[in-house]
DNA sequence: CGGTAGTGTTCGCTCATTCTAACATAAGAA
DNA sequence: TTCTTATGTTAGAATGAGCGAACACTACCG
């Protein structure tokens, strides 16, 4: 079942890493896909064409990738694993938010279906994970939400922290440290211009977080 | 923590297989492994040449492998995840006892130690995994129990099913659908020679079972 | 003691994944 | 448009993991 030809660790890396970065149908350069997956550019290239002839992305010379529809479908089963196996991290084994991402890294590369399933049930079919990314259902369904960075909500505007965009562990406790959990109801009360520092209510106490901390925190806007 | 430098699941793999054959300090034969392992005898001896200048095993051409101590660890380790993953197949995810020695092959080489510890705790540090093999603790000690298989037990003698030793899914069915559950108190009515079935009291209910599958099912015998 | 059957090793290759160094192309500045 | 810098690609090599075919050693039989 999950023993298809190709889909060791670094090709699954690849598709999630060229999901992630492809908004839309943009192209995907080579070389941001060898910052992401901390490789090199040539070792980027060759995958590229390996998986270009497997089917599952479509390279053109120096013009970068994009998934293919079958490449598309992996990428989102091991989205799907990696989010289910964080929340089950956190909510079954006493995880703190910042140490399970290095965790489902390496596991969702080794899970079986049967195991993904498990948990899911477990869970309760959850369609969030406890950084705020939803997850995949089995069929490659995603929950849909309007989210607004909170270095771009204006003052006097609300919502609540919807999602902690960050997979670095130490951003993620800073965040944390500033004030700003998830599922926080934040009121912006004035922003510093130059991408300075953005204030805020969170939960009715007043926070102060940085501009490049406030782009990757996702408020759901309320009127 | 967990990143040696040559700790790949091959390498995991090898030593868990040496330790399985190694019985006292016997020299474990490369074309033993190689039927266990499913590799090929060039393979196996490779492996052995690597392995012994990494230090992890005392390899000798035409002699066969020992562990050295640093491979013992290596290998009482990866069992300890196996067995640990094993039983958490069972106890919280709702895994048959069939099915989690193929899944708990491939975690075990995925998960890290805080992940091991925390299912441990979980579990309540457990000494018995669910085929009744006993779990090494994390510095390396065993549980220590004198069993017999089923199939050298004389008739009129007894005890309990302390273990299905196999990790044939198929078998271990077999042993389940046969009436033989761990645990189960058992007496020997009769056996036929040559190495004929032998029949048993488990649990009060008659049973009957080949000769081979007997030698399997071992019991922690009562006076 | 010598020869053969069986066991174990070496050789030479392949594939996947990675790297460095050298080359090629594209895109914006002049 | 030409040139330069950015960005990308090929070439060539290494490592880990395997394999099949050919060679080497052991051990036992006579």
Request: proline residues 6%; contains cysteine; negative net charge.
């Amino acid at each position: 079942m999950s023993d298809h030809p190709l889909q060791s660790k670094s090709v699954e890396n690849f598709l999630k890493a060229v999901y992630a970065l492809q908004e839309g149908d943009d192209r995907v350069a080579t070389n941001t896909l060898s910052d992401v997956l901390n490789k090199t550019a040539p070792s980027v290239t060759d995958m590229a064409q390996r998986l270009e002839s497997a089917g599952l992305v479509d390279y053109q010379k120096y013009r970068g990738v994009v998934l293919t529809e079958a490449g598309r479908e992996i990428a989102l089963k091991v989205i799907r694993r990696h989010r289910l196996i964080e929340l089950y991290l956190v909510r079954e084994l006493g995880y703190q938010l910042h140490e399970v991402h290095g965790e489902a890294e390496d596991l969702e590369h080794a899970v079986s279906d049967r195991f993904v399933e498990a948990i899911a049930k477990k869970l309760g079919d959850p369609v969030i994970d406890p950084h705020g990314d939803p997850i995949p259902s089995a069929d490659g369904t995603l929950l849909y939400r309007h989210l607004m960075p909170l270095s771009e909500l204006e003052p006097g505007r609300g919502g609540v922290i919807a999602q902690l965009k960050t997979s670095d562990p130490e951003m993620l406790q800073h965040m944390l440290d500033r004030g700003f959990p998830l599922q926080g109801r934040v009121e912006v009360i004035a922003r510093d211009p130059f991408q300075g520092p953005t204030m805020a209510l969170v939960n009715g106490i007043q926070r102060v977080v940085g501009y490049h901390v406030a782009e990757c925190i996702l408020i759901e806007t309320s009127p």
